[in-house]
């Protein structure tokens, strides 16, 4: 499977605990994005990376939230002191830049579910 | 600022076309792409318009008028699997990192 990957694909936690997801991008794909989304609603842009570098964080995320992409391959989302209000799916997302046969589509892992308790 | 519209809900029959309208509010407008969701999965791209026009794609096409603000997506010849959500999504201010998604248009299909 050559498709964008997430692990893990549902975690459980008690509020106050720290959580970290993983996401291996399409390998040849340079850009990097997390989403989260929670039910009834689109896709809220977290961060964006170009290789190993966090151009984009968006103004929701507060200091509790961290993401690395260290080698500018794989991708950690860190949560710190989880919080009911956590709870959803946080969707990664790999694509290449716009630009001649690309449309700059994104490619989206099957997501990571999270339920803060 | 920056706003996508689309209705909440649709529902059509087996066989038939479906048009799920979009419209958009976007500053340094660069493009206008449809994703559909099945329930439970992750979003799959369908379309992506930046010039006005209608593209066909198979059973699917998507239009887009600039100077209206609005898109739609076209299905034809409707099967039970297109039950899905439909997610229409622009550029924030142009910005091709960060997307500006709307809520979903959820699609029945029924027999």
């Known amino acids: 499977d050559t498709g964008v990957s997430q692990d893990p694909r549902h975690k459980i936690t008690k509020r106050g605990q720290n959580v970290t997801f993983r996401c291996d991008p399409i390998?040849?794909?340079?850009?990097l994005y997390w989403y989260r989304q929670t039910l009834g609603q689109g896709p809220e842009f977290l961060t964006y990376?170009?290789?190993?570098?966090?151009?984009?964080k968006s103004r929701l995320l507060s200091d509790r939230f961290s993401a690395e992409r260290p080698k500018g391959s794989f991708s950690t989302l860190e949560i710190q002191r989880t919080e009911q209000g956590d709870s959803a799916m946080y969707l990664c997302?790999?694509?290449?830049?716009?630009?001649?046969?690309?449309?700059?589509?994104?490619?989206f892992g099957e997501g990571s579910r999270l339920t803060v308790l | 600022g920056q706003n996508i519209d689309q209705p909440t809900e649709m529902t059509a029959t087996e066989g038939a076309i479906v048009q799920i309208n979009c419209t958009y509010q976007t500053s340094g407008f660069n493009g206008l792409f449809w994703y559909q969701q099945h329930a439970g999965e992750a979003p799959t791209f369908l379309s992506y318009?930046?010039l006005d026009g209608l593209e066909e794609k198979g059973r699917f096409s998507s239009f887009l008028s600039r100077s209206k603000g609005y898109s739609y997506l076209l299905l034809k010849e409707l099967q039970m699997k297109d039950s899905a959500s439909y997610l229409c999504a622009s550029p924030y201010a142009g910005n091709n990192r960060k997307l500006i998604w709307g809520l979903g248009t959820s699609l029945a299909v029924n027999p």
């Open positions: 990376f170009q290789n190993e570098a966090q151009l984009e």
């Open positions: 997302a790999s694509s290449l830049k716009r630009g001649g046969p690309n449309t700059g589509e994104l490619f």
């Open positions: 318009n930046v």
């Open positions: 390998s040849e794909h340079n850009r």
